[in-house]
């Protein structure tokens, strides 16, 4: 097995510490020929405690891109985490699909984590499931494999779409027409959590098994959500999905999902501004997971988690009502708030 700490050194074409996206503390790389694991492992931040991220795995058509994507990752779980006010620091995992998930891939992962030796814990994201997470916690330590958090996800999320729906449409979520892009653990969820307050959904998924599996009646699927004419938007899959082109066709007035990194570059907020359409960042209403994840280290009862969860909508109905008293987008609004908590902290 080769481990590496590439933050500082050229490898594969490519220095960690010069690219665009870098402001991290460590960037560590793992391969090993026999299970076929190839993963990078980002801490951005160990300020506040410990880094925790979720591990990714997917197809990279590139080790740069797949680089990129960790890094813009880690940057958002740090401040994710600070907006949920927790005592972890952020990072991410990656893990290239270039061979089949196997029990062999996951515990070789599980000793990449080994090798941190703790600055690191790792959850489930795309692509890797609570099951295989608990698999890496049979021979790791370091990871969270207590509960899935994309119901906590959801709920947060939840919770800041009625916020914006009553903020800026003067509608409650039952006469609202919502679309959502993505149909895995987070978006299932809070289409679920939608539906039963009696919205009309449309949800949009390249994975059949997964939409069929949406019961609610009121439950419609599409083939682009992003064009569906809707109240809101929740784009619940990749990020980089809101482009200078893209954002050409939405059929929204507000936007307000759980992807990471939604936009393609910031430029595209202020584009969405001058169009009318109101962002919500998903920094700013996605830390529901977190929240989740953490709960038994921290000690929290159900009771002081749905209160932590509701917290979400009301920082995000704070953040909306600041950027209307001063005119500027709600990006611009948390930009100087999330600053201060990175560097401060």
Do not use: W
Request: with cysteine; aromatic share 8%.
């Amino acid at each position: 097995m080769k481990f590496l700490d590439i933050t500082d050194t050229l490898f594969n074409g490519v220095q960690a510490s010069s690219h665009i996206e870098f402001d991290h503390e460590k960037i560590f790389y793992c391969e090993d020929d026999i299970s076929g694991l190839k993963s990078i492992i980002a801490i951005h931040s160990s300020k506040s405690g410990p880094a925790i991220g979720g591990c990714r795995f997917r197809q990279y058509q590139t080790y740069e891109e797949g680089l990129t994507d960790v890094l813009r990752l880690s940057r958002g779980m740090t401040e994710k985490n600070n907006a949920a006010d927790i005592p972890f620091g952020g990072g991410k995992a990656i893990i290239f699909s270039d061979k089949p998930k196997s029990t062999e891939l996951l515990v070789a992962f599980a000793s990449f984590l080994n090798q941190l030796e703790g600055i690191y814990y790792s959850a489930e994201d795309m692509g890797i499931s609570l099951e295989d997470i608990q698999l890496v916690g049979k021979h790791t330590p370091y990871v969270f494999d207590n509960v899935d958090p994309g119901s906590y996800t959801a709920k947060g999320i939840f919770y800041s779409i009625q916020a914006a729906l009553k903020f800026y449409l003067q509608k409650d979520i039952k006469d609202s027409i919502i679309s959502l892009q993505g149909a895995g653990s987070v978006g299932s969820e809070l289409a679920k959590l939608l539906g039963d307050m009696g919205a009309t959904i449309y949800v949009q998924d390249i994975d059949q098994v997964k939409l069929q599996q949406l019961s609610t009646e009121n439950i419609h699927i599409v083939e682009d959500a992003l064009t569906q004419e809707c109240d809101l938007l929740s784009p619940c899959a990749v990020g980089g999905i809101f482009t200078e082109s893209s954002i050409q066709n939405l059929g929204c007035k507000i936007i307000a999902g759980g992807a990471n990194n939604q936009l393609l570059n910031p430029t595209i907020d202020s584009h969405l501004h001058k169009k009318g359409i109101r962002y919500i960042p998903d920094v700013l209403i996605n830390s529901g997971g977190v929240i989740g994840l953490t709960k038994d280290i921290l000690k929290r009862n159900d009771l002081q988690i749905e209160d932590d969860l509701k917290l979400i909508g009301k920082r995000a109905l704070d953040s909306m009502s600041f950027a209307k008293a001063n005119n500027m987008s709600v990006l611009e609004a948390i930009d100087g708030l999330l600053i201060c908590l990175l560097y401060t902290s």
